[in-house]
Nanobody
Framework: QVQLVESGGGLVQAGGSLRLSCATS????????LGWFRQAPGKEREFVAA????????YYADSVKGRCTISRDNVKNTMYLRLNSLKPEDTAVYYC?????????????????WGTGTQVTVSS
């Protein structure tokens, strides 16, 4: 069973930074592409970024490209999302997801496995 646990959300001022974490099991970490999605109030869930199981491939949504870095720690079985230059429109619940697809493919289809989400609120 794939379990994903997010942490690191919170309240931050516009222009600030935040690092989100997604912890999972070793089996999941070593065999799944992992990614981040977000859902703002009243909006559909949207893709943010993905990283391949080996860490060699990453893919970002245009809305965060240049402000966002996805990475993974193979010792801690944890994936990270670093968000910089945060804007109020980045306010959303951020979800970790897992799928056995290429990173770019994760952007175009709904992954089968999800965490419960962590709230990010950016104040202006």
């Amino acid at each position: 069973q794939v379990q994903l646990v997010e942490s690191g959300g919170g309240l931050v001022q516009a222009g600030g930074s935040l690092r989100l974490s997604c912890a999972t099991s070793r089996d999941t970490f070593s065999s799944y592409t992992l990614g981040w999605f977000r859902q703002a109030p009243g909006k559909e869930r949207e893709f943010v970024a993905a990283i391949g199981w080996s860490g060699g491939s990453t893919y970002y949504a245009d809305s965060v490209k240049g402000r966002c870095t996805i990475s993974r720690d193979n010792v801690k079985n944890t994936m990270y999302l670093r968000l910089n230059s945060l804007k109020p429109e980045d306010t959303a619940v951020y979800y970790c997801a897992a799928d056995r697809v290429a990173t770019a493919t994760m952007a175009s289809r709904r992954p089968p496995y999800w965490g419960t989400g962590t709230q990010v609120t950016v104040s202006s």
